[in-house]
């Protein structure tokens, strides 16, 4: 067979930060995305979006990347009304909680995506759009043979800061102490960032407690917080 014809040659497999869970969309779910997709739901595209555009509004936007059920993303958008989310994720239950959220509780600053964030970031943000990145509680990914699936590694946030303009943050938090560590290894490594705290920060009082968060509490796990700005 000739190499070029191998399926592993035509589609080389790049490793995920996410191993799409099957989950059950409950009726309501549904039905939150069936009848406002066109308002709040934004579909992947190849070229870059312009985000004003998709939010009606020059505000200053915050990418989100895996909300998860998305109560604490509705939740800080019912707190920073002047600020505009696009809140993303590859879950479809949690997609649809989300949509019936904005929905019930009428938010106007979300937009909400279903794909894989790396991508989004690589081919649909232009530069120095983003005034601030969350990044709540993403997979831990345990064990040493998955660490390559964590989404806080050199390479992905090397993409990440040329999106964030200068004076712009990047917020993570973590309930796994030695993930918190590698964030904080990682962050440090780019001189453009700089911390606000002298390790972890505290929690910013418009962050609630996550549904993952107190997941990890309950668990007796530990919380980590850190933010940075661009130079
Ligand atoms: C551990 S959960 C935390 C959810 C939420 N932030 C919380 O604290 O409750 C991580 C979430 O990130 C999502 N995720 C992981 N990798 C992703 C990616 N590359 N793009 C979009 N979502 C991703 C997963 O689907 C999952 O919902």
Not at 180 to 195: G, Y
Request: charged share 25%.
């Amino acid at each position: 067979m000739n190499p070029s014809d191998s399926p592993k040659q035509q589609h080389p497999r790049s490793i995920k930060s996410f191993v799409l869970r099957q989950g059950h969309m409950t009726p309501a779910q549904q039905r939150a995305i069936d009848e406002n997709w066109p308002r709040f739901g934004l579909d992947f595209q190849t070229a870059p979006l312009d985000l004003n555009t998709a939010f009606g509004r020059a505000a200053p936007k915050i990418l989100e990347i895996g909300f998860g059920m998305g109560a604490a993303t509705a939740e800080i958008a019912r707190r920073l009304p002047e600020k505009d989310f696009l809140a993303i994720d590859v879950h479809g239950p949690g997609v649809g909680n989300l949509c019936k959220l904005i929905a019930e509780q009428g938010i106007a600053n979300i937009r909400v995506m279903r794909h894989d964030a790396v991508e989004v970031v690589e081919t649909m943000l232009a530069e120095g759009s983003l005034a601030g990145i969350h990044i709540f509680f993403p997979d831990p990914w345990h064990k040493k043979r998955h660490h390559k699936r964590r989404l806080i590694q050199p390479p992905f946030v090397a993409k990440l800061l040329p999106k964030l303009q200068s004076g712009g943050y990047i917020h993570l938090a973590t309930d796994w102490e030695e993930y918190a560590a590698q964030m904080l290894d990682v962050l440090n490594s780019f001189p453009e960032l700089q911390n606000t705290a002298e390790n972890y920060a505290p929690t910013p009082a418009y962050r609630p407690e996550t549904k993952f968060e107190a997941r990890g509490k309950r668990l007796g796990h530990g919380v980590w917080d850190l933010v940075f700005t661009k130079r």
